[in-house]
């Protein structure tokens, strides 16, 4: 008899038009690292949250030693020591660090919160798993990986002893996730169990004791890492083989596409400069890269590429026509579609149909409309066509409401949307964030497809993996600016990761002006 | 939820897929309600005055039933005012100057009524075009603020509520042609200015409801047919998403506080150009600094609707019809103030009626189920 501190059995929980967990068993050892493996919509997250008490299962009961149990919300999970680091931070923005980590528990005499004692547990806790956090600053102020070390610090104040990360290095930088692995990795010599929640196959591979993988909601199987591959888990994952390399044949890029001249963007947070003076052009064929860390100019880089922000200085040019002052409708008219940053925010009209949202470019085109009023039919039939075309699932087809769809679904939509209509230059903005690797493979070979049928494609990306594989050219932006152009067969991994950090720069203005 | 989008514009429509859409739900949530906020009054009525509570309380529900010529009437500018709150309100913004706007409309069309002299057949039909005037301005000023310089558009409209109130009064009073000071009141119109009456017998009622019905299915294929109603609700559901779709979103917004604004105004001109009841006579403004309770009933309508132009139609009527039943309850000794204590409760119950309806359909989903024991998941779900 082995000793599980939690077990799952055969777990069903369904939603309108779908079963989420279909008979699905999961047993966690003391003292373990269990990943648990699946692609987006496969029912992780589901599972997860029956565990954590904010969904109640139809069929199937929770053990904890070996005892049953009911948890019917997250303060029964807390009070069985299950804690949660949410994809998505549960966190109170104006609080104070030490204010969010006892918030809900706040040790008190007479109503009056007592905080020193906190302060000193919290300063010991992260002493001692070296979760550096400054416990007097505003959470808004403090960084995404902080912020995290923030919920880290959350469970262990509470003394969880099952710890459950869903997703946690999607939002962090190499270093960070570097770090954070670390961490994982001295919880466990603790004694500590970890449910690991990721699609990233090389994090497993490197703190995973065991690891569990589900697909569409049904249990595949329950594997020793040591004993298995990054191949084997992702033809588990996916029910196929997956390729880790992107294909593409080797192709010369022709005429400019997008020229961009000494573009100067001021910050959103503050009025510094976030882009300066950034010069480079993409020509139809290639895809290019636009490297970085988190936070270097990038986002306000897009912003005024494709419109939402303004620049300050310096000029596009898209197809021959300057659209440095253009609206975003002209540009897109101009030819460019831009799969954007943030999926929530800008890209899906998350209350809207699926229809509705495939045709959020196009609705006034007059395919879609007659004066004035849409044209339902055409919607309809060409919706279907797109979700055919790009297999785009979800419960109801077109009439799908967009919020309910799958992460990696919802990615797929606006790739079909930005995709399908007529572009010549494809704005990406970290298009695989939060995809696991089947939807990646796909993403990836969008992108390529693009680029063989002659559009230019400028790819903005914090994944080195991605970068290297899929760019034929890499722009580095460090602070600003562009800090090396550079060649993927060329360079190595280290060398990108340097120019990244700052520690290295070419002086590329010239050559990158000199046409 | 309470603004959501509803209607699919499948063709497969099934008994399921009505029962499911949010449609249905606000309408079951409306009506429960109702029935809350009605069996609420009718325990206030108990503990004011138990003996006459179940006659008063036939007066409510029924009363409205023998006067139906004054329910449509006194809905019509509950309607205009309740679309445009409601219309506004699928952009996201809160349009409370419904008021201002209201009073503004009831001003211009009083002004073409008393002072401009023009053939009967077309009189009113320019004084109702004036009220929806004024009340596109009232309703403009609040969106370009909001568009050009992101003032909340609720601190504006509220201020133009008090500025269009004021002013419209201080116009009145100082106009002679218009203004009657020994009586505190504006003259009777003149015949040509008023609306045709649709001829119930001692009621007001006029061509006005039709109007406000019409206008009201309009608006519902505005939002539902057209690309402007698909922007205006995108950029009501994620303003930023519109934008990045390269919406005009501060264009947008200007346009659909003036459309609100006129809705609001054409509600005053209809409410202020009604034919009376009373030979000679016709309706008259009372400049007494008050701002005018049509705006609000508007809001409390287009929640009780939830926003949808069809269901605001049927709550302001059913709003008017209970007022009126109040009224007559004062027949067997009651207040009407206490009609209005209903109308409050029923309006503060449709505002978690929603929440209550949710928990009732998952109780329904369960008693189904044991039936329904084919599993709806494979279609599409793959």
């Known amino acids: ?98 204010e969010n980590i006892i918030l809900g528990v706040e040790p008190n005499t007479m109503g009056f919160i007592q905080k020193k004692d906190a302060r000193k547990k919290v300063v010991e806790l992260s002493e001692k798993y070296g979760l550096r956090v400054d416990p007097d600053n505003l959470i808004e102020n403090i960084t995404v990986g902080m912020q995290q070390r923030v919920e880290i610090l959350k469970m262990l104040y509470r003394d969880n002893e099952i710890l459950i990360f869903d997703e946690p290095t999607a939002v962090l930088t190499p270093q960070e996730i570097k770090e954070l692995l670390q961490i994982m990795k001295g919880f466990a010599e603790e004694g500590k169990s970890i449910l690991f929640i990721t699609h990233k196959l090389n994090e497993i591979m490197e703190v995973a004791d065991r690891c569990t993988v589900l697909r569409k909601g049904k249990y595949i199987g329950t594997v020793d890492i040591k004993d298995s591959s990054k191949e084997e888990l992702s033809r588990m994952m996916v029910g196929r083989d997956i390729s880790f390399t992107v294909q593409k044949e080797k192709r010369e890029p022709g005429e400019v596409v997008l020229s961009v001249r000494n573009l100067t963007v001021q910050s959103k947070n503050n009025k510094n400069n976030a882009v300066k003076n950034v010069s480079f052009d993409v020509r139809a064929g290639e895809i290019v890269c636009l490297a970085g860390i988190d936070g270097n100019g990038q986002t306000e880089f897009v912003h005024a590429l494709t419109g939402l922000q303004k620049s300050t200085s310096g000029n596009i040019n898209l197809m021959g026509n300057d659209i440095t002052n253009a609206s975003i409708r ?69 009439i799908t409401i967009a919020r309910s769809m799958s992460g990696g679904n ?9 995709i399908d209509k007529k572009h010549e230059l494809l704005v990406a903005v970290q298009p695989t964030r939060g995809l696991d690797v089947g939807a990646i493979e796909y993403v990836h070979k ?67 002006n000199g046409e | 939820m309470a603004n959501n989008n509803d209607i699919t514009h499948s063709k497969k429509y099934n008994i399921k897929n ?51 010529g004054d329910v449509f009437y006194f809905a019509t ?60 301005i009232w309703g403009f000023i609040p969106g370009v603020f909001k568009a050009l ?34 009586m505190a009141r504006t003259k009777y119109l003149p015949q040509s200015v008023q609306i045709p009456s649709l001829g119930i017998q001692g009621s007001n009622v006029n061509l006005g409801i039709i109007f406000a019905i019409l206008i009201g299915i309009g608006l519902y294929m505005v939002l539902q047919k057209t690309t402007f109603g698909y922007e205006l609700k995108a950029t009501g559901y994620n303003k930023f998403a519109a934008e990045y779709a390269g919406m005009r979103v501060k264009t947008n917004i200007i346009i659909t506080m003036v459309i609100a604004g006129g809705l609001a105004g054409l509600g005053g001109a209809l409410a202020i150009l009604a034919p009376s009841a009373i030979a000679g006579s016709s309706m008259t403004y009372e400049p007494i600094n008050r701002i005018a309770a049509a705006g609000f009933n508007g809001i409390a309508v287009a ?23 109040g009224t007559l309850a004062s027949l067997v000794g009651y207040k009407p103030e206490i009609i209005d204590v209903v109308i409050a409760v029923i309006i503060y119950f449709s505002a978690f009626a929603m929440i209550m309806n949710a928990g009732l359909a998952r109780l329904l989903m369960k008693l189904v189920k044991h039936d329904d024991k084919v599993p709806n998941n494979t279609k599409g779900a793959e």
């Open chain 1, 1 to 98: 008899m082995e000793n599980y501190i939690v077990e799952m059995l055969n777990i069903t929980k369904k939603f309108p038009g779908i079963i989420a967990n279909d008979n699905i068993t999961l047993r966690l050892k003391k003292g373990e690292i269990h990943a648990l493996l699946g692609e987006n919509g496969a029912g992780k997250s589901t599972l997860m949250s029956v565990l954590f008490g904010l969904y109640r299962p139809e069929i199937g009961e929770i053990r904890k030693n070996g005892e049953i149990v009911k948890i019917n919300n997250p303060n029964d999970a807390n009070d069985l020591g299950i804690g949660m680091v949410h994809q998505h931070f549960k966190l109170v923005d104006i609080f104070t660090v030490l």
């Open chain 1, 330 to 398: 002209q540009r897109s008219i101009n030819g460019m579609s831009h799969i954007p940053e943030d999926r929530h925010k800008h890209g899906l009209v998350l209350d809207y149909k699926l229809e509705e949202n495939l045709v959020l470019q196009r609705y006034w085109e007059p395919e879609f409309q007659k004066g004035g009023f849409i044209k339902f039919d055409s919607v309809r039939k060409y919706s279907e066509g797109l979700i055919d075309k790009f297999d785009i699932r979800s419960g109801q087809g077109p």
């Open chain 1, 410 to 418: 919802q990615q797929k939509a606006i790739i079909a949307r930005e």
């Open chain 1, 446 to 512: 969008q992108l390529v497809q693009r680029r063989d049928e002659g559009k230019a494609v400028f790819l903005v990306s914090l994944e080195l993996d991605e970068v290297m594989n899929v760019s034929d050219r890499i722009l580095v932006i460090y602070e600003g600016e562009i800090v090396g152009e550079l060649d993927p067969k060329k360079i190595t991994v280290q060398e990108l990761g340097l120019y990244m950090s700052g520690a290295k720069r070419d002086n590329i203005k010239e050559n990158n």
């Open chain 2, 18 to 68: 009505i029962t499911k859409s949010s449609a249905f739900s606000s309408f079951t949530a409306a009506l429960m309600a109702i029935f809350l906020g009605m069996i609420f009054g009718f325990i206030i009525m108990l503990i004011a005055a138990p003996e006459k509570a179940v006659a008063g309380f036939r007066f409510v529900l029924l009363g409205g039933l023998k006067r139906i």
């Open chain 2, 77 to 136: 500018p509950i309607i205009m005012t309740g679309l445009s709150v409601g219309f506004a309100f699928k952009m996201g913004l809160f349009n409370i100057g419904a008021s201002g706007q209201y009073t503004m409309g009831m001003f211009f069309a009083l002004y073409v009524g008393f002072m401009m002299d023009l053939p009967s057949g077309i009189h009113w039909i320019v004084a109702i075009l004036a009220g929806i005037l004024g009340g596109m």
């Open chain 2, 149 to 182: 310089l992101n003032v909340n558009e609720v601190i504006t409209s509220i201020m133009f509520n008090y500025i269009g109130m004021y002013l419209v009064d201080m116009m009145i009073q100082t106009n002679e042609t218009m203004y009657i000071s020994t």
């Open chain 2, 303 to 325: 929640l009780l609707g939830s926003s949808h132009p069809i269901g605001i139609i049927f709550a302001s009527i059913f709003i008017s019809h209970i007022q009126r039943g």
